[in-house]
């Protein structure tokens, strides 16, 4: 019995009760929270369920506590309950109830972890689009790291995931960086303005090796070529960066084609026709403000030009055309304002603004031998996801981006990423997967099969804490995919990996010696069998290996 299973179960029984009593049952909440108590004596699972109804059924909550405890212990798959403080009930699971876990992790295999809460959602999500004006730098790499695994969280609960890189070919930036490949094939000096770094003459030098009269051609051509090629060659490199670190997309969207397919002036078209634009001094100006931005944006400039919101409209229209109800935005630390924008423009354009999602990442901080890491040869002035991955591998690099929360900043260690050690987080779970893997190969070796015959046998702390942490995979999977955070999945296999290390030191697994095979060993190898497919299934949803050997 998961978590999630007990939780339907005590709101049956609460039902029960009330209606029993007489009191009103529309009180009882849709979903009866279920926890892990701190400590062990205080049962396997707590509910405040008494709590959160008790007053405002009339009763008190205590004895409402009371009542469901009585209810909860007479009920199949529950060993006791217990009130507790003023008026939370203590569970205690009936041993098939919670060895029943086992069976169904080993029964779904690599589908445990997976659900349904968005089936029929189709889901664009957009990450990284960095600039194809140089290598992915840090603050992209993790995007790159997080999006990814939010996609798979997404899909592993039911969404139709669309990985989607918006391609900005369409600005300044792009001809400042044809200006830096001109000047560095030249031999001169990077401009003011330009893009510095080893890369710079690396992508001249091949614009070159590709067009070899291109410094013979007029002016305004030959800034084309190294524009045009430029961008091929190093957008070229970022898709590889991308998919060597376990990061591929299934659409490019090119900005520029949202002004030459007409999108961006058909929005505004629309949007004038609406009373959503109005014009003030010569400009064109969204009412956002109407809708919850901090103020009104320009999106036609006096001179004509579309200011650089014009195509983020239009974008967002071209994803709602193509067929999606949830739009994830995942944008660097430096966009905040984009949140009430998008939202905004999605708003103008009479969409629901809750069809767009805007995650903001923050900054990542390298540190070496206890000193911040601040320069990349490559580069020039950023550390690039080739410099981290160069340092410390794809998996360690990944699972320390994924594994904190994108609203805080994080330090990433590159000593401890290269420790093998229980110190280095991704080193720890992965470890935990080799062993079992390894405990297997031993197994086998001893002609010793896992057996679901005799869980009844497991009757250990540390086995029950191992399996409810399993059966709270499931849960964790479910609320990652909700509140879009899948470094929970993370927190999550590193609490896993810590109770199977405690239960192995605990727990003799295999007979030693002249010790003859017993029923005990097939249950716990069971146990194993079921933690190494959690821990695999887990690693799997943030891209990372699961190692049968280390």
């Given amino acids: 019995m998961t978590p999630a299973d007990l939780a339907e179960l005590l709101r049956a029984v609460t039902l029960t009760v009330v209606r029993d009593r007489g009191l009103d049952d529309a009180l009882v909440p849709e979903t009866v929270v279920v926890e892990r108590p701190r400590h062990a004596d205080h049962g396997d699972y707590a509910t405040n369920i008494a709590l959160r109804i008790g007053k405002n059924l009339g009763v008190s909550p205590r004895d409402l506590a009371g009542w469901l405890a009585d209810a909860f212990a007479a009920t199949d798959g529950i060993a006791k309950a217990e009130v507790a403080g003023p008026g939370f009930v203590n569970v205690w699971l009936a041993a098939a109830a919670q060895n029943s876990i086992v069976a169904g992790v080993l029964d779904s295999a690599a589908e445990y972890g997976r659900g349904n809460e968005f089936a029929g959602r189709r889901i664009n999500l957009e990450f990284v689009s960095a600039n194809p004006t140089g290598p992915i730098h840090l603050g992209g790499t993790r995007w790159a790291a997080v999006g990814d695994a939010l996609g798979r969280v997404l899909a592993a609960r039911g969404g139709a995931v669309t990985r989607e890189y918006y391609f900005n070919d369409h600005g300044t930036q792009i001809d400042r960086f044809a200006r830096s490949l001109e000047a560095a094939a030249k031999g001169e000096p990077t401009p003011e303005d330009g893009y510095a770094g080893a890369y710079i003459g690396e992508i001249a030098e091949k614009v070159v090796a590709q067009v070899p009269d291109v410094l013979d051609q007029p002016e305004a051509q030959r800034l084309e070529t190294f524009r045009a090629v430029g961008v091929d060659l190093m957008f070229d490199h970022i898709k590889t960066s991308l998919h060597e670190f376990g990061t591929d997309f299934d659409v490019f969207t090119h900005e520029n084609t949202m002004f030459t397919s007409g999108l961006v002036d058909e ?28 103020k009104d944006r320009v999106v036609i400039k006096s001179d004509g030009n579309a200011a650089y919101i014009a195509g983020d409209i239009a974008y967002y229209k071209d994803k709602r055309n193509r067929g999606f109800d949830l739009c994830i935005y995942m944008l660097g630390a430096d966009h905040h304002g984009y949140v009430t924008r998008l939202k905004a423009a999605a708003a103008s354009l009479g969409d629901d603004p809750a069809t767009v999602e805007v995650l903001i990442g923050q900054m990542v901080n390298l540190v070496r031998d206890g000193k911040p890491v601040r320069m990349s040869k490559r580069a020039g002035t950023v550390i690039t996801l080739d410099d981290l991955v160069d340092a410390v591998g794809v998996d360690a690099a990944r699972y320390a981006l994924i594994r904190s929360s994108v609203d805080v900043n994080i330090d990433i260690d590159l000593d401890l990423l290269r420790k093998r ?101 097939a249950a716990r190898l069971a146990l194993c069998a079921a933690t190494r497919q959690v821990l695999a299934n887990g690693l799997d949803l943030v891209g990372v290996g699961a190692p049968e050997r280390m």
């Fill in 421 to 521: 050690s229980n110190d280095n987080p991704v080193y720890y779970v992965q470890y935990a997967h080799a062993r079992l893997s390894a405990l297997s190969r031993n197994a086998a070796d001893l002609g010793l099969t896992a057996s679901l015959e005799h869980l009844d046998l497991l009757e250990d702390p540390a086995e029950g804490e191992l399996i409810r942490t399993i059966g709270d995979f499931d849960e964790v999977v479910a609320i990652a995919a909700e509140l879009r955070e899948p470094h929970r999945v993370c927190r999550y296999l590193e609490s896993l990996a810590g109770a199977y290390h405690r239960f192995y030191a605990r727990c003799r697994i295999l007979p030693q010696g002249d010790e003859p095979a017993a029923d005990i060993h």
């Fill in 267 to 294: 929005c505004i078209a629309a949007l004038k026709a609406n009373g959503n634009l109005y014009e003030n001094d010569g400009a064109w100006w969204l009412r956002s403000t109407t809708f919850g931005d901090d």
